[in-house]
């Protein structure tokens, strides 16, 4: 087995061409993670996925842990046998989602404890058991078990927290079972704070990671604050290791952060608007619920080369949509994952022939102008 590996291929401004190859196989980055929280990405057969373009996706220690269990997942072989994935997968460790979804949390140096959203049941989430569930689940990518501040906070209690995911990466780096082919990623806190940041960065390149992940933003500060943030902290990170931006996003924050030096992504906006009627394309989002598109025989986008824009008409859509068939969910899914694949894939073209400015540029001037 070869070791887990990222080549940077090439750059043009900040924008990084690289490759990350693991246990399960190779990502070319920039790259976006298409969320499979609970071992399904929501709507979609798994070589649906993989036939938009999809080289990895990203699945969750807090649900699989509550349901079905981490043990289970073992015990049938892992989480890509499980649920049918033969690729890449990177897990979240957990935290993140215990203080966006549980109730009664209760937080110390240890860990967390909290109660099920599903069912009411008391756990523990350690940087050690977050570790010991990503290794059962056989992430080929583990992250490190951390604390996101909320936004906004008082800048001690960003510190507080940003301190804390420090000392809980040393556990996680000192838990994570090294083999080869799998990699773990330290994550980079201080919310909008350079010195914060600084400290951090300072402090997970010291324990030493295969990547380095951006969290703490997208949670409210806003694209302007988010940018600036990361043209200082993408800086401060290695360059020779991936670099992943937690939670990200739209496609002009895709754009953005590519330009400011991030390789990774992932985010629930494509799989989650498809189930509510929000198509993507090139002149921006689109509402499917839409009267207008009742009588439009018209694909959603004529660019693009999904199954839905191939074989269905607006109008097709516009009705199974109001008439809340489970087909609206797949077609709009299927659709939205391929409009993102195909960003990263235009992406990672014009980085290559060194025009990724006037992409950007150009990129700009189509989306949001609206659709037509
Ligand atoms: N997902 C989005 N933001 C974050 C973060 O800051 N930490 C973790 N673990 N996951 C995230
Ligand atoms: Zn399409």
Not at 37 to 50: C, H, I, Q, R, Y
Not at 89 to 115: A, W
Not at 238 to 257: C, F, I, Q, S
Request: glycine share 10%.
């Amino acid at each position: 087995m070869t070791d887990f590996s990222f080549e940077l291929l090439g750059a043009d401004g900040g924008a990084r061409r690289g490759r990350v190859t693991c246990a399960h196989g190779v990502i070319q980055t920039p790259a976006f993670m298409p969320v499979g929280t609970a071992a399904t990405v929501k709507a979609m057969l798994p070589e649906n996925v993989a036939a938009t373009g999809a080289e990895i996706i990203l699945g969750n220690t807090y649900h699989l842990m509550l349901r079905p269990g981490a043990e289970r997942i073992a015990r049938l072989g892992g989480l890509h046998a499980f649920m049918n994935w033969p690729g890449p997968i990177l897990t979240d460790s957990g935290g993140y989602q215990v203080m966006s979804l549980s109730e009664l949390r209760k937080l110390d140096e240890n860990g967390v404890t909290f109660r099920s959203h599903i069912d009411g049941s008391y756990h523990t989430l350690t940087p050690e058991r977050s570790m010991e569930i990503q290794h059962q689940l056989g992430s080929d990518i583990t992250m490190c078990f951390d604390e996101c501040p909320p936004y906004p906070s008082e800048k001690a209690d960003v510190a507080r927290a940003t301190q804390l995911s420090m000392r809980w990466a040393a556990r996680s780096r000192a838990a994570f079972v090294n083999r080869p082919g799998y990699g773990l990623f330290g994550i980079n806190q201080g919310g909008v704070h350079e010195d914060l940041r600084e400290q951090s960065a300072q402090a997970l390149k010291e324990i030493g990671f295969d990547g380095y992940a951006i969290g703490g933003l997208a949670v409210g500060e806003g694209r302007a604050l988010m940018f600036s943030t990361l043209d200082f902290t993408t800086l401060m990170l290695p360059t020779d290791k991936p670099r992943y931006l937690m939670g990200v996003g739209k496609p002009e924050d895709l754009v953005g952060a590519v330009a400011r030096g991030v390789d990774m992504f992932d985010c629930v906006l494509p799989t989650r608007s498809g189930r509510t009627a929000q198509a993507f394309t090139r002149r921006g989002p689109v509402n499917l619920k839409n009267a207008r598109h009742g009588d439009d025989p018209r694909p959603l986008d004529d660019h693009c080369s999904c199954p839905t824009c191939r074989n269905y008409s607006r109008a097709y859509l516009n009705h199974v949509v109001k008439a809340g068939e489970i087909i609206a969910a797949m077609l709009l899914t299927w659709h939205n994952l391929q409009y993102y694949q195909d960003l990263m894939a235009d992406i990672r073209r014009a980085i290559e022939s060194g025009t990724f400015a006037a992409f950007e540029a150009d990129f700009q001037s189509q989306y949001g102008q609206g659709d037509i």
